[in-house]
């Protein structure tokens, strides 16, 4: 018996986690005999998948996570070292107690340490600072020697911390997130540019600043973003910064934010939650994405992938898209300082440019082609062949 034993909590393409493994599934599931998922939502089927629900009912709210990987790790302790041995375990991130795969797409301690010296600059609530740590807990457990395998990596910057705290000494694959080719390029932009801009009123000759979180608009610099592009319009350029996404409360929190600080909102355009992304994205003229702590953002290689010119802090996951001069250019930390170098971008027309750099991004194509080479090496670790005879 060979079997692939997926753990997440939700395994449908509404993870961005999982969107691009699902739609690989079919180029390795024939490498193994079964399929079993624990999750709570799942979308993978076959006839050797198994999903096996995990509920998490009596777990509200953020507490829904602990609930699932207290009933993951019980399920595990039941199970004899037979089954281990004829199954190759597959989490994302941390959950489980030990783990042939981790599938990292965050790292919380490397998160917590950006957040401690950005200081002022990045403000953590409360709830968030506590299971934060919880979430340092269990990777801290996934560090120690007989817990993990081998790790799969979004991206080398989220890799760098992992690697010589790992006490299993286990290989670093990379497997980015992959991007939907057929909506998000070229064409997508030049279709969409004009009636989007039209659509929000923006002029010609201004030069639009996209900015795109479904959330966390603290950690992805959303007030440093705002903070650059008030000093740039105090300097006279037409710019204006286009947000897209954010629940209607996130964003209603954050703009009353700006307003007790006395924060201007003149040049700030905000979309809430939008469907079709491309097309909103289009409208902008560049990506700004001043944040303070990725793995690899999607958002990133979404707009790269229109041809949207990049604008990135020295966050994980930028090494990965970001090719300095061709399609962006790295920004220091610090409004003042993110406003000189876009002034200089701005007033050259250098902001405006499309290019056609995605870096080390995949598309789906590329991308079936990693994860199965991921899994072969996955396998032939698991399950080594014989030696033949001399």
Known sequence: MRRLLVIDANVTPASPSMRGWLAAAAGFQGQFDEIEVWACDCSLAGPKVHFRPIQTRLFPGPLAAVGFSWEVNRRLRRRTESWFCETLIQCTGCTSSRADIRFIHFWNTAFMAAAKSAGADLKLGFREHIFRRMAVHDETAALKAGHTGAWWCVSRGIAEPIHPADQNKAPVGYLPNAYDDTRFNPHTREQWRGPMREHYGFQPDET???FSGFGHFERKGLRQAVAAVNLLAEKGLKVRLLVIGGKPGVVAAFQ???EAAGTGTANLVFTGLVTEMEKHLAAADALFFPSHF????????EAAALGLRLYLTAHP??????????????LPWGAPGMAAVLEEEVRSGTARLPHHEMGEALN??????????LFDAAIARKWPQPSAPA
């Open 208 to 210: 639009v600043l996209g």
């Open 256 to 258: 009353k934010a700006l």
């Open 294 to 301: 990725e793995a690899f953002s999607l958002a990133e290689i």
């Open 317 to 330: 996951g930028r090494e990965m898209i970001l090719r300095e001069p061709v399609n962006g250019r790295l």
């Open 364 to 373: 789906p194509a590329a991308y079936q082609i990693t994860l199965r080479q």
